[in-house]
């Protein structure tokens, strides 16, 4: 059974920052591997999908690789904002989807 | 921009009551999928759809929970009864196919007293 672990479970830096979010899996026979951000209250919003055949992703400040043989992927964040303050999960696609339990992050003015 | 849509936002309820939830994917989508999310924890896969098949249900509690997509198109799982445990939010996500980008929808949290 895929068990997906996300380290820090929380993280606070101050505005301006750069920051990495680890995401690790036991199975690396994974299809894809896809990072979330859900506000207080609401759904998940789609950030970044890796595909298995691929290193790493661009989008904006966020930049998420992957590693599957060793069974991790990170999410990095440049040049943090307070908007940035959510919290992140990482899904990782095997038959199904399945998700750590995120790290919550709170950027400080 | 399509977006999943889910209905209601927010639901109180007494326990042993019945409660359902519905679920619209984006069109086209072909894989829908019910998630449960306790408060601080990941989401956890009750089940999953392809068209109008049950590819996964293993997760859910088949003695209180069903989930049905009939015509493979728009979903609803129901509770019955409920029970203060279910307490939760419940995602739903549709993506074009197995393996491909995944969307939620906003969530229904559900309240049982």
């Known amino acids: 059974k895929q068990e997906v672990t996300q380290i820090p479970a929380a993280l606070s830096v101050p505005e301006g920052e750069n920051l990495v979010l680890n995401c690790s899996f036991t199975d690396s026979a994974i299809y894809n591997l896809q990072w979330f951000r859900q506000d207080p209250g609401k759904g998940l919003t789609s950030l970044l999908l890796i595909q298995s055949s691929q290193r790493e992703q661009t989008s904006g400040r966020l930049n998420a690789s992957l590693d599957k043989s060793s069974g991790r992927s990170t999410l990095y964040i440049a040049a943090s904002q307070p908007g940035d303050s959510a919290t992140y999960l990482c899904a990782v696609g095997t038959n199904d989807m399945r998700f750590g339990a995120g790290t919550r992050l709170t950027v400080k003015p | 921009e399509a977006e999943v849509a889910q209905s209601p936002r927010y639901k109180i309820t007494e326990k042993s009551q019945a409660v359902a939830f519905w679920c619209d994917p984006i069109s086209g989508h072909a894989t829908l999928y019910w998630y449960r999310q306790i408060l601080g924890q990941g989401p956890e896969l009750l089940v999953q759809?392809?068209?109008?098949?049950?590819?996964?249900d293993s997760q859910l509690p088949k003695d209180r929970f069903s989930a049905e997509r009939l015509k493979g198109v728009d979903s609803t799982l129901k509770i019955q009864p409920a029970e203060l445990g279910d307490s939760a939010m419940y995602l739903c996500?549709?993506?074009?196919?197995?393996?491909?980008?995944?969307?939620f929808g906003q969530g229904t949290r559900l309240t049982v007293v």
């Open positions: 996500a549709s993506s074009r196919a197995d393996y491909t980008e995944a969307f």
């Open positions: 759809f392809q068209d109008e098949s049950v590819v996964d």
